[in-house]
């Protein structure tokens, strides 16, 4: 069993930066890929990355690839994503997610998910 929980959302300007944290719990962190994905009002949920350790590679969404970074911190049990030069469009509630046998873009492949936190970009 895995728990996650994110932080560090908030409101911030067009051009503006955030970093969320999701914190998991158990041992077995580092075996795990880890996404993030987001779902805004009216709208299904969708990928914006991911991070699978175990073979090295992230991924991204056209969408955001070049803006957001993704990265873990093992020791920590932590993965974070990175935010920069966010857009009224990226605002949504951003979820972390965590699964063994994962489609990294197919939502429904993970297995844990945090609650969510909110992300909201000015104009």
């Known amino acids: 069993q895995v728990q996650l929980v994110e932080s560090g959302g908030g409101l911030v300007e067009a051009g503006g930066s955030l970093r969320l944290s999701c914190a998991a719990s158990?041992?077995?962190?580092?075996?795990?890929?880890m996404g993030w994905f987001r779902q805004a009002p009216g709208k299904e949920r969708e990928f914006v990355a991911a991070?699978?350790?175990?073979?090295?590679?992230?991924y991204y969404a056209d969408s955001v690839k070049g803006r957001f970074t993704i990265s873990r911190d093992n020791a920590k049990n932590t993965v974070y994503l990175q935010m920069n030069s966010l857009k009224p469009e990226d605002t949504a509630v951003y979820y972390c997610?965590?699964?063994?046998?994962?489609?990294?873009?197919?939502?429904?492949?993970?297995?844990?998910w945090g609650q969510g936190t909110q992300v909201t970009v000015s104009s």
């Open positions: 997610a965590a699964g063994i046998h994962t489609i990294v873009v197919i939502s429904t492949t993970y297995d844990y």
């Open positions: 991070d699978t350790w175990s073979v090295g590679s992230t």
């Open positions: 158990g041992r077995t962190f580092s075996s795990y890929t």
